[in-house]
């Protein structure tokens, strides 16, 4: 039987197979949904369609169609709205005390929602509480809609309104595997060998390493202990975890491992480079391009800027413009949530019907087969009267 190392089972998680893409391939399928949203912003925004009528009135409706895509979001302004939600969930979290993973899992869900999904059909105010409210479900956090819905003020159904639609979204997906427990079995190795639990030669090699560079992140200084070391490296990459990793496309373009090696990198490179040296020697197979790999992620890590997510009041100007071109048939998610339950829907009605009819023929066949049910034996007192 081969022996799969953690490279090998992770390219059979769905998050390899569905969730990680190329650069070329994520821009472009953001691309192609924001396109498809604008061509449908065409048609209910009451614009006439290119080339219709006469020459004259080809070039009107040309004028009218530049005005609508004028008038609706960019793609960056998508994605930048998209972000500042991000950096909700993440404000949201703090406030409930939530553990990180419930974090990292619904800025998950909200990023990959939006892949093939725009803000102008679902605008992501509304999606973000129901996003947060499922990533607790799925990281078993115990709160009841009912408190999570009054501690945003936010009405229970409006919640779960587009949940099924999420869920279809994610392909019914809900894992996220995250880079914080590698962060810290790292720690925990290298507090290892920095309290001599380990080897004392790979103790005297850590002893004897450079103090991390002006650039590092990390706040140790030299006067302080190996140990000290270790934990100031982990608290600087732990901090990257949770706000650049989680705002910028680390999780859709890099593996967990890559984000937390970067981490590290940005941390403290002298020491990442000797935790690897044993683990990654220059003879392996791909080292060199798993090293520019990691230095590929840190940049990217090292390029967020805080400054750069939207303000409140640049959120609201954006989210008042989507409101003014947004798609009016998902304006109501409370009530397409409600017809579909009822099967009142043009698509999922009729698939609704479908299961009834495929319910209705099973149960005639069983019946075909065993028998009609047992009927309830008539009493005593029934039969005597």
């Known amino acids: 039987m081969p022996h799969l190392n953690e490279d090998d089972l992770y390219r059979t998680s769905t998050q390899y197979r569905l969730w990680n893409f190329s650069p070329e391939a994520l821009a472009s399928l953001r691309a192609a949904t924001h396109d498809?949203?604008?061509?449908?912003?065409?048609?209910?925004?009451?614009?006439?369609?290119?080339?219709?009528?006469?020459?004259?009135?080809?070039?009107?409706?040309?004028k009218d169609e530049h005005d609508i895509e004028k008038q609706c979001l960019t793609l960056q302004e998508e994605t930048r709205l998209v972000q500042r939600y991000c950096d909700q969930i993440r404000q949201t979290c703090d406030h409930f005390k939530w553990p990180?993973?419930?974090?990292?899992?619904?800025?998950?869900?909200?990023?990959?929602?939006?892949?093939?999904?725009?803000?102008?059909?679902?605008?992501?105010?509304?999606?973000?509480?129901?996003?947060?409210?499922?990533?607790?479900?799925?990281?078993?956090?115990?709160?009841?809609?009912?408190?999570?819905?009054?501690?945003?003020?936010?009405?229970?159904?409006?919640?779960?309104?587009?949940?099924?639609?999420?869920?279809?979204?994610?392909?019914?997906?809900?894992?996220?595997?995250?880079?914080?427990?590698?962060?810290?079995?790292?720690?925990?190795?290298?507090?290892?060998?920095?309290?001599?639990?380990?080897?004392?030669?790979?103790?005297?090699?850590?002893?004897?390493?450079?103090?991390?560079?002006?650039?590092?992140?990390?706040?140790?200084?030299?006067?302080q202990s190996l140990s000290d070391r270790a934990q100031a490296a982990y608290t600087a990459a732990r901090h990257l975890l949770d706000a650049p990793a989680l705002l910028t496309d680390a999780y859709l373009l890099y593996t967990p491992p890559q984000i937390y090696l970067a981490a590290l990198r940005l941390s403290d490179p002298p020491l990442l480079d000797f935790y690897l040296a044993p683990k990654l020697p220059p003879s392996a197979p791909n080292s060199a391009k798993i090293l520019a790999t990691i230095t590929s992620c840190a940049a990217m890590l090292a390029s967020h800027n805080v400054k750069d997510v939207l303000s409140k009041d640049e959120r609201a100007e954006l989210d008042d413009r989507l409101e003014a071109c947004r798609d009016p048939d998902t304006r109501d998610m409370v009530g397409l949530n409600a017809k579909a339950k009822r099967g009142d829907g043009d698509e999922d009605g009729e698939k609704a019907k479908r299961r009834k009819l495929e319910r209705e023929a099973s149960a005639k066949e069983g019946e075909d087969l065993f028998g009609p049910s047992l009927t309830k034996p008539v009493g005593r007192a029934e039969v005597d009267a």
């Open 36 to 62: 498809a949203a604008i061509e449908r912003a065409k048609s209910y925004l009451g614009h006439p369609k290119k080339g219709s009528g006469q020459s004259g009135a080809s070039k009107g409706a040309q």
């Open 100 to 223: 990180v993973n419930v974090r990292a899992t619904a800025v998950q869900y909200l990023k990959r929602f939006y892949l093939t999904n725009s803000c102008l059909t679902y605008p992501p105010k509304e999606i973000y509480k129901s996003v947060l409210f499922l990533a607790s479900k799925t990281e078993a956090i115990h709160m009841t809609l009912g408190e999570f819905a009054r501690r945003i003020k936010t009405a229970p159904e409006q919640i779960l309104a587009p949940e099924y639609k999420i869920i279809q979204a994610l392909r019914f997906t809900l894992d996220v595997r995250q880079p914080f427990r590698g962060l810290k079995g790292a720690l925990m190795e290298l507090l290892n060998i920095a309290e001599g639990q380990s080897t004392t030669d790979l103790r005297k090699e850590m002893s004897k390493l450079a103090a991390p560079p002006p650039s590092a992140l990390t706040s140790w200084k030299p006067s």
